[in-house]
Each structure stands twice: as structure tokens, then as C-alpha cells.
């Protein structure tokens, strides 16, 4: 989990100095970004398997995260015009498998990290969950746990060296490569200096085997909050940098060299820092079975004042000094306003006063590709604030579809959840399947609802902009107190990559109200008309 600092950022800056100067929809200080940062991985090599390694020990410290809040520059206090008023059909798909994920009394676990950061991804015959400070591997028919999990984060380091194996510090990402049949494991070092990201590739399509080793050094520049996007060209991570761990540097991007990486050779990472005016970055991540173009780069998106930015990043191995990373397009959207006074806590729970974190400065990973047909498209969410009142708000999902990102990026459709019932929506995760049809999972609270696991969808046939009755996964069985505000930090929904059809979404929930006693749920659906 992140290195608990005090963030003592006092931003100084006036709106004008936040805002890029925007020439024919491009920021003329951005067109291109900085040099690329070129460097090797600093170590590598394959390990044992990993069904055969004893799990490291976990610390039995209790940890909270310190939340690092990004500069914002979305307007304040707008009418929300996409917000989603009219009642539709309860969401229309058919359930697959609900089970327990990592979490309290579950699997032998107990939470010593809040939050959870809860992610998951899907492979051929496996379910990988990752959250602070363990992950596990599940059967993907039966949901029953493979035997020895769940492990500590950094036992698929264990001799290693350096940070990676000593260090269990989450902010964990786990992806399956679709088009290679492998798993990556990341997560960073960043109690003990220089601040590495570790990453492992799965040598084969097994979780519980061998994996390639890589730790990617960034000095004393912290590589906050990591995101990654698969691609055919590069595993793509987006980090947002704090000096020291204190003092926000901006984003940076990174290429790692995923060729390289599941051949166990030698692997460069291409780099290029932006600027303090950007942060919040996502990656874009492939989905389904048909690449992009050829030679397309891989797209990068945050939001600023109603609008979204889109840089894209043309990585080069052979001559990484000719890498280059352009933009940001600005795209604008439905006017919307940040939550929570800038995106921090002010989610409300049931029978108590402490609120929670709306993670509402930055966009919620993922950003879903998916090119069907030739026609291209990105889907994102994040979190917003509804009505002019500010006692009075609820936060909902905003949620995007983008197409043309390589050429004219347009917004084919765009909404926000239904807030009708006064029941706040946040920590969203979106993706798009082979036909057409969106599913958006998150979580959902109240002062009468205790935090609960939900989703909703829609069908390409539905009006644009709308969706479906949401649905319930998981009701939550308590409120989070003891002064404990963390939620997310993310969740994740993704696309099982046998059918392309079946979504399988986790996050977090309480069993009971308390601290550090968060759980976990799993839990799959598709569409009855994706086949």
C-alpha cells in the first residue's frame, strides 16, 4: 500500500495557471510532451512457480492510506443536463457466479490495509484478485479458491532482492493479456528508497506458475496510484508523481517492453512526465479479440473543466528516442461538478457521521478499447455531484463512450446514473462486450442504505445516454467507522476473454460496521444477447 505521508501541498496556483491553452482543440504547452526517459529494468529473472512458494509474511500493522488529491480545474456547482431521470427496465442480464473474494474472515484473511484497492481479471480457466496486501486465485467455473491462497502481495518476488520482495506496499494492478494468454502482477516498493515498480509476467496461462521479473526504478519521484492498459505493443502504466512522496509532479506515462517481458529478455521502459497541470491518467486497455489498427497508439485520457483530454503515445523499442507522446485533444462533455469540494470525503453511511471517499478527482480505471468492426471506442467513468445545492448533492457515475480516438474523437453518448432515490453512486468500472451492450459496476450509500455492491447496463438498441435498473450484487451489512474515510481506491470489470461476453465485476463491501473489516465480492453476468 502507498508510503503514508503527510501531504502538505498548499496549491497556489490561479485557475489560469491550471488551464492549458487549447490551439484547434490541442494544449499548444502539451503538443508534445517532455523527452522521453529512456532506462533498462533495473533487475530481472523468472521464478519458482508460484503454487510452490510459501506465502510472505504480512505485516500485522494497521495502514491507511494517505489520499493524495489531484489539482482539479472542473467548474463547481453546474447543473448536471445528462442525469438519467426517467425509470427503465430492471437491467436485463443473466447471472453467473457470486463468491466471496479476499476479504474479512474470508479465506483464512483479515484486512491490515485500508482501503483495499479491489481489482480482478479473468483468464481462460482462472480468476486473479488482487487487493491490499494479498491476491488469489479462484477457478472460473466452480468460484472456489486454488489451494494456498491467498498469498501476500510480494510472494511472487520471494528471491528476488531489493524492495520488491522485502516490501509489500499494494496499490496492486492485475491484467490478463488476451492476445499472449498471460497474467501481469504489479505493484510498487516505496517504504524503502529508490521507489521501484515490480512486475511479473506469467510464463504461461497458469496464475499459479512461473513469471518473468521485472522492478522499473523511479528514484525519488513516488509512482502514486499505477494504472495499466494491455496493448499489442507495450504494457502501458500511468502513474501520478509526488516529489519525495510529498510535492505532485504531474503525471507520467510509461511503455514497458511487454515483447521483451514474456521472453524473460532484457526490458526498456519509455517515459514522459507531464506537467503539474495533469494528473489522473488512465491507459487505454484493450478489450476483445480484434486488435486496433496497425500501428495505433495507445490513448491516455483524464477529464478537465467539462471536458475530457486524450493524448496518445507512440512507443518506439528499436529507437526509443523517437517515442513520442502528443496532446492532449480536448473533448468536450456534459457539464459536471466535482464531488465532494474536490473529489474527497462526503459519501454518507447509515447510523454514523463518517463519510467516505469519493475518489472523485480523477476518472476510475478502466479506460475500456474496443475496436468492433473498424469502429473504435473508449469507455471510462467517474464520479460527479448532482444538484446546485451543495448540502443537498448526491454523487452519481458520469459515464462515457468515445469513438475516433485516433482520428476525431467525438462522444457517441454520455450520462449519469439516476439519483431520483437520493442514493449516492461512486468507485464505478465500466467495459463494453463484442455486441454493443455496457456494464457499469459500483458501489452505493446512503444515510439509509449501507455501502452496497451494484450494477446496471444497456443494450445497443436502448436510447444513448440511458441505462437499464440497476441491480444488486452484494447488500452491505455495515457501515465503515473509526474515523476511517478510505474507500476503493478502485474497482475493476472486465471481460472474460473465452466468450467476450461475460462481464465479471469486484469491490468492496462490510459484512458489519467497523474498520478494517472490509470484504470483497465477485461476481459475473453477460447479456442474453451477446452469444
Known sequence: MKKFFVLLITIALGAAALLPVFVNGRS??????????????IHHDVSPPLRDIPSAVRSAEKKVEKRHLLPTVASQNQQDPVVQGSVAPLVGTTPGLNFAGVGNGDYGFTPNAAPPDTNA?????QVVQWVNESYAVFDKITGTIVPGFPKAGNTVWAGFGGGCETNNDGDPIVQYDKANNRWILTQFSVTTTPYLQCVAVSTTPDATGTYNRYSFNYGNQFP?????????????????????GVSFAGSKVCAYDGAAMRNNLAATEVCFQLSTAF???????????????????????????NSLNLWKFHVNFVTPANSTFTGPTNIPVAAFTVPCSGGGACIPQPTTTQKLDSLGDRLMYRLAYRNSGGVES????HSV????????????????????????????????????D?????MGSIAMDKVGDIAVGYSASSGSILPSIRYTGRVPTDPLGQMQTENIIQNGGGSQTGGLNRWGDYSSISLDPVDDCTFWYTTEYLKSSGSFNWSTRIASFKFPGCI
Open 378 to 381: 473508449l469507455v471510462v467513468n
Open 422 to 426: 437520493g442514493i449516492h453512486r461512486w
Open 279 to 305: 494528473g489522473g491518467l488512465l491507459p487505454s486497455d484493450l478489450d476483445g479479440s480484434t486488435a486496433p489498427p496497425a500501428g495505433s497508439p495507445n490513448f491516455f485520457l483524464n477529464f478537465g473543466t
Open 121 to 125: 481479471s479473468v483468464g481462460v480457466t
Open 224 to 244: 502514486d496510484y499505477p494504472k495499466v492498459g494491455v496493448w499489442p505493443d507495450a504494457y502501458y502504466i500511468s502513474f501520478n508523481i509526488f516529489t519525495n
Open 28 to 41: 499548444r504547452s502539451q503538443e508534445q510532451s517532455s523527452k522521453a526517459e529512456i532506462q533498462q529494468a
Open 385 to 420: 455531484a448532482v444538484g446546485t445545492n451543495k448540502k443537498n448533492r448526491i454523487t452519481s457515475v458520469r459515464w462515457y463512450e468515445l469513438r475516433s480516438p485516433n482520428g476525431t474523437p467525438t462522444v457517441f453518448q454520455q450520462g449519469t446514473l439516476s439519483t431520483v
